[in-house]
């Protein structure tokens, strides 16, 4: 400890003075377990790093081996948990050859050993801890500019300041340190020390070494969250740190505070978590303030949202400062716009604050606080004891003291964070270093948060252009659909619905999901709703609709499968054929209100078997029954299978009132768990009023076809009562049959319609997919191509539709009464 005490302050800053003091108080004063921690948490405070670790060498000398951290999780960093001794990494130069090693981002890209840190903007430090080969520190920063000089110099005082206690891994058969304890994570077997067990209340000749025994006496509430540390796939993604209860013979539980990471096996040696366990209503009050820095930060790199940030900074901040106040602001332009505020009433803010209130939170204007405006210039934290002379909309925040914290990322200034206190409060040199570090955590998250914010709202708009703006009305029924995105970081999903009327009353409810949360999924996403609707508009019936978009989605340069279900529904007569391509089935909800899970066929998702079969399944529709069509996200989860989820689902629908089918979407979404995106598609069908009168007449190819046509044409309107305008409607016939018969090959089918006794539809069907062109001029000599403009002076209305393998030729007439 001779280089931290035994220079001079002369020439020194005023941030290598206080570490200095602060290092000299840890090594001389605390011989606890946590004495290499708390050293370590300096380097956060004092040196502006993100993370640091010390490495010493391992049992074999052949690996640099993670002994203690603070800080983010080092998987952020891209840090791993020991390093070859021999190798060419930072850690390994510094600790053989004695001397630091400053990398930056292009340093750390051109590195062979460094390609798992994941960002630009990492600079590291690797520091030897002693001169004979002992070990090394490893610092990050994720300031633009790295560790500056006198970062640099923090960073050696900490290196300096650190004596190793015991080795970090006790070995399988040696003594562990106080508080310490190792769990075999093949066996379940763990060694604790008779200091660990009096915790939990147990005598140490009755324990059997099982951690199901310690599992048993934690409170049930905590029991998942301490699961998650103990379970070695949760560990891999860093060191963790948990408070949780323990049962005691009597009164409360006991507040216990563990700290562990996973020590990766080899040669036949299991791998093992190890840490420590301590009284956490124990724990020394002088190692509080740097606890929360380190808390703070790794709360504040899970943050995804603005919102996130704001909780997590209040959270840190203000209970344990015993603030009245907290409010964090981004910097807009020249208003900072709250986006987190506690308390969150209105009355116990300023005047001024509650006249910029909107909506939720108020929009401050930095121009009426010049105090607030000019720190934020300056660009550095600024406390204003009780008493202070600040304007009436500062000195309301905080009238027993006032703290601002600019909240600085990169080269520009993301916010600020006031801190307000009513009685005087007096700011030690501990608390403004945690407000000084604090600052700088939550500006770089701010930043990260807001570029968040602004692609999470890009993608949900591209979801919303990807998906239908409305249903259409149908004949007959009342449609409504539900669309609610993942809350899971930022993620596109592949949830798709559709609504397709189709030709005849039939309408077509079309539902499915895309494999993967991407931008790639996304984009299948929209290409298998657009091929769905166009296979659908040609005419084809719902096994060959799926088929085409399966082959399809086999032709595209693609890894990722879709599942679809296809419900072609007969307005008119209360029928439908359901197709399934590896998606849930319908739920149908009867009038009586029971409910049923459709027992309907499927096959495979698409993009999967080329030459896939998809059997179609009759569903019957009494008027009253809602058909519900919804995706995984709805009813599967981590506590309950499919299954469940399904069953679930719908004895819910059951007991909803179908009158109000929005109201029964609404409810069925409430208690939906986001950690995947939902689609949900319902209709009820009422059944048709009036329905349309039909007749359906193969013509076939011979001599006197057309007078066929005309004949059956006008017995099915005398059978109807329709007695005007047959004229023009047999002329219309002879024209749409002849230019079929000539024109195409194949069969040829004549289509006869009335609806409301009003309208008359005839269509002509057959093979050919070429539309007839009405032509611009016709010659005297010409002779053919009247016979279209024939039918478009005849009739209200025409034009062609694409059939399944050939095309229809319609025409409509609006008939006197």
Not at 158 to 175: E, M, R, S, T, Y
Request: glycine share 10%.
């Amino acid at each position: 400890m001779a280089n931290v005490v035994g220079e001079g302050a002369a020439g020194r800053s005023t941030r290598t003075l206080r570490a200095e003091g602060a290092l000299r108080t840890i090594t001389v004063d605390d011989e606890s377990p946590e004495r290499v921690r708390r050293v370590l948490e300096q380097a956060l405070v004092f040196a502006g790093a993100v993370f640091a670790a010390v490495y010493a060498p391992g049992a074999d000398g052949e690996q640099l081996c993670l002994v203690e951290s603070a800080g983010v999780p080092r998987t952020l960093c891209g840090v791993r948990d020991s390093y070859p001794v021999a190798g060419r990494s930072p850690a390994a130069e510094a600790h053989r050859g004695g001397r630091p090693v400053w990398l930056g981002p292009d340093d750390l890209a051109a590195q062979a050993g460094s390609r798992r840190v994941p960002s630009r903007d990492f600079h590291l430090a690797a520091l030897p801890v002693r001169e004979d080969g002992g070990g090394c520190l490893l610092a990050v920063s994720e300031r633009a500019g790295g560790f500056d000089a006198d970062d640099r110099v923090c960073l050696g005082l900490v290196a300096g300041a650190i004596a190793f206690p015991a080795p970090a891994v006790a070995a399988d058969g040696g003594d562990l340190p106080p508080g310490a304890f190792m769990l075999a994570m093949d066996t379940g077997r763990v060694r604790v020390g008779a200091d660990t067990l009096e915790l939990f209340g147990l005598d140490p000749g009755a324990f059997d070494g099982r951690v199901e025994t310690l599992l048993g006496l934690t409170v049930p509430e905590d029991l998942p969250s301490l699961m998650s540390v103990v379970e070695a796939d949760h560990m891999s993604i860093g060191e963790r740190e948990l408070e949780f209860r323990v049962l005691q013979p009597s009164g409360p539980p006991r507040w216990l505070r563990l700290r562990g990471r996973l020590v990766p096996g080899g040669e036949g040696r299991p791998a093992r978590l190890v840490g420590s366990v301590a009284d956490a209503s124990t724990v020394r009050s002088d190692i509080t303030d740097v606890a929360r820095v380190q808390r703070l930060a790794a709360a504040l790199a899970t943050a995804v949202t603005v919102r996130d940030v704001g909780k997590a900074v209040v959270a840190a901040l203000r209970r344990p400062l015993r603030a009245d106040r907290i409010a964090l602001a981004e910097l807009e332009s020249e208003r900072l716009v709250v986006t987190v505020l506690d308390p969150p009433e209105p009355e116990a803010w300023p005047e001024l604050w509650r006249a910029e209130w909107r909506t939720e939170w108020p929009d401050a204007p930095v121009r009426t606080m010049p105090t607030l405006a000019a720190a934020l210039r300056e660009g550095r934290a600024r406390i204003w004891p009780a008493g202070s002379p600040l304007e009436a909309s500062l000195a309301g925040v905080g009238p027993g003291g006032l703290a601002m914290l600019p909240l600085p990322a990169g080269n520009r200034m993301a916010g600020a964070c006031l801190i307000g206190w009513d009685a005087p409060h007096d700011f030690g040199a501990d608390e403004r270093a945690l407000l000084t570090a604090a600052a700088g955590l939550a500006g770089q998250a701010l930043m990260r948060a807001r570029a968040f914010d602004a692609e999470h709202e890009l993608v949900g708009m591209l979801q919303r252009q990807l998906l239908p703006r409305r249903l259409p009305r149908l004949p007959g029924a009342v449609a409504v659909a539900r669309y609610l995105p993942s809350t899971a970081g930022l993620e596109l999903g592949g949830d798709w619905y559709d609504v397709i009327p189709l030709p005849d009353n039939h309408v077509a409810l079309v539902i499915g999901d895309v494999q993967g949360h991407n931008a790639g999924a996304a984009t299948l996403m929209g290409q298998m709703r657009t091929a769905l609707r166009a296979y659908a508009a040609e005419g084809h019936p719902p096994d060959v609709v799926v088929s085409h978009a399966n082959r399809l989605l086999m032709e595209m340069e693609t890894d990722l499968f879709a599942t679809c279900c296809y419900v072609d529904v007969d307005m008119e007569e209360g029928a439908a054929w359901c197709v399934r391509a590896g998606h849930l089935p319908p739920v149908l909800r009867h009038p009586e209100g029971a409910t049923e899970i459709a027992e309907a066929e499927g096959g495979p998702p698409l993009g999967v078997v080329t030459r896939a079969e998809f059997p179609m399944s009759p569903l019957r529709l009494q008027p009253g029954t809602v058909v519900a069509l919804t995706t995984d996200g709805l009813v599967e989860s981590v506590e309950a299978d499919i299954d469940e989820g399904m069953d679930r689902f719908a004895r819910r629908l059951s007991a909803s009132d179908p009158a109000h089918l929005g109201l029964v979407a609404d409810g069925l979404l409430g208690n939906a768990p986001r950690s995947d995106d939902v689609a949900l598609l319902l209709m009820r069908y009422d059944g048709m009023a009036s329905r349309p009168l039909r007749e359906t007449w193969t013509v076939w190819r011979v001599p006197q076809a057309v007078g066929h046509a005309r004949r059956f044409t006008r017995r099915t309107l005398r059978s109807w009562g329709v007695t005007e305008d047959v004229d023009g409607a047999l002329l219309a016939v002879s024209e749409l049959v002849t230019n079929a018969l000539v024109h195409t090959d194949g069969q040829v089918r004549l289509d006869i319609t009335l609806v409301n006794g009003r309208r008359l539809r005839l269509a002509v069907a057959d093979a050919s997919p070429r539309s007839p062109v009405k032509p611009t001029s016709i010659g005297w000599e010409a002779t053919g191509g009247r016979g279209i403009l024939l039918v478009e002076a005849l009739s209200a209305a025409w034009g062609t539709l694409p059939v399944s393998g050939g095309k229809q030729v319609w025409a409509e007439f609006v008939l006197r009464h």
